[in-house]
């Protein structure tokens, strides 16, 4: 297995697994479903998690509180695992790696690694494709949002609220949690990183 695939994998999903045991092999499923069928189509992150809750709902099941973390914790897995060509990841690395390192049961893994392994060829195709043609970001705003209790003098937890203009003049609001911003904050601090150390090598030069 490539190194830079398992560094990868575990920096961008790690801090998603506490929330694992939340899931059930049938909501699992549907999250894999929507997630390829992400993958598969020019349809917007809210329109597909609509589509996911929809499933949930459907199905008689209750949703978990941390559904939107289970479902970046599911796309990511995939989305990382489609950028390695063809071959770099094994079958029994990714599925050691699943379990041993990201702590998912046998029987989540084999379901993961079906969906990865067996479909791979048409995912690849797929995900080169829509991720280009995805609409892209022309505007940004963002705001916090403090709230202030009546009954006492204190702070209720803060959000930030992110609000995109698309290209085609459509617009997106997300809020997030100070503690889900600060970790999307992490990340691109070290993408950053990671491009300017790419940027100083002699080769790229």
């Known amino acids: 297995m490539s190194s830079s695939f398992r560094y990868n994998l575990l920096r961008s ?27 598969e189509t020019e349809k917007s992150s809210s329109e597909v998690l609509s589509l996911a809750l929809n499933k949930i709902t459907n199905a008689g099941h209750q949703i978990p509180p941390n559904f939107c973390e289970l479902f970046t914790m599911v796309f990511l897995m995939l989305q990382i695992f489609l950028k ?39 995912l690849s195709k797929n995900f080169f494709e829509t991720k280009i043609d995805r609409v892209k970001m022309t505007k940004f705003q963002w705001r916090i949002n403090i709230s202030l209790s009546l009954n006492t003098v204190q702070i209720d937890k803060p959000t930030i609220v992110l609000h995109f203009k698309l290209q085609n003049r459509e617009f997106r609001t997300l809020e997030l949690p100070l503690s889900m911003f600060q970790q999307v904050r992490y990340n691109i601090a070290l993408l950053l990183n990671e491009l300017n150390s790419l940027q100083r090598r002699t080769a790229l030069k």
């Open 13 to 39: 999903v790690k801090p998603y697994t506490p929330f694992t045991s939340q899931l059930t092999k049938s909501m699992l499923r549907v999250l894999i479903q929507v997630s390829v069928h992400f993958i």
């Open 84 to 122: 390695y060509p063809k071959g770099v990841v094994k079958h029994h690395e990714l599925r050691n790696c699943l379990m041993d390192d990201l702590n998912f049961t046998d029987e989540y893994a084999d379901d993961i690694c079906k969906v990865l392994l067996n479909h791979r060829d048409i």
